[in-house]
């Protein structure tokens, strides 16, 4: 499987944007880029996936790299709410039946108030 | 609220115990998951299910027992555990087989394992 890397930890005011980078250098052409984060004492929580182009909904933003081997997570104003980890994953969309999620260790995002 | 839930939410059990964790989920999926989160470690996928078979095994040892009655509902025996099993056990479970790299996991809050 394709790995992926991020910084440990970032640090964010609250209400500023914040820019978290995942870098995947050995991405092939199938792979999804997904994103999920684990609150405190919960469970992790879907957020964003894409493939090519960049992604919005109403939790965050997606960008990815034009050569895909780098994709930014973009909380637009951050809330202390979203103090998590941060997982990036990515899935190959071509393997039927290849369900599982591989989390690394993420990064751990801290709001200061 | 993401559909899924387990019980019980705490287990404190000695090594001798056999009890078991509940997972249910109520959106409809053909795939649940359970996995394994140790303090400071990152989550591992235990087991996975489509259309109640067992479509893989990450070598998970065999006091560990899974059953799948339905679609619905998942369960996690335990027994003769070690007090290194001691962890977070999470249920997920996601559209299912088919749906390609875009399909979409939910998590239950899980189960707060401790192992005397």
């Known amino acids: 499987d394709a790995k992926t890397t991020q910084p440990n930890s970032m640090e964010s005011n609250e209400e500023e944007p914040v820019h978290l980078p995942c870098n995947h250098s050995t991405i092939s052409g199938t792979d999804y880029i997904h994103w999920y984060r684990q609150l405190p004492s919960q469970g992790p929580e879907y957020v964003i996936h894409g493939l090519t182009s960049n992604v919005n909904n109403r939790m965050a933003s997606l960008a990815i790299a034009e050569d895909r081997k780098s994709s930014t997570l973009i909380l637009h104003r951050a809330t202390l709410r979203d103090a998590a980890v941060y997982y990036c994953?990515?899935?190959?969309?071509?393997?039927?039946?290849?369900?599982?999620?591989?989390f690394g260790t993420g990064t751990r995002l801290t709001i200061i108030p | 609220e993401t559909g899924v839930t387990q019980t019980p939410r705490h287990l404190v059990m000695g090594m001798t115990n056999k009890k078991s964790l509940k997972c249910e989920q109520h959106?409809?999926?053909?795939?649940m998951y359970w996995y394994k989160q140790s303090a400071k470690k990152p989550l591992e996928l235990m087991f996975v299910y489509n259309f109640k078979e067992q479509t893989e095994n990450n070598s998970v040892p065999s006091r560990f027992s899974p059953e799948c009655p339905n679609s619905s509902h998942l369960f996690l025996h335990l027994h003769t555990l070690q007090p290194e099993d001691s962890a977070l056990y999470l249920c997920?479970?996601?559209?299912?087989?088919?749906?390609?790299?875009?399909?979409?996991?939910?998590f239950g809050p899980g189960t707060r394992l401790t192992v005397l």
């Open positions: 994953i990515l899935r190959d969309r071509l393997v039927f039946g290849n369900e599982k999620l591989t």
């Open positions: 997920a479970s996601s559209q299912g087989f088919g749906a390609s790299g875009g399909d979409t996991q939910y």
């Open positions: 959106l409809g999926h053909n795939a």
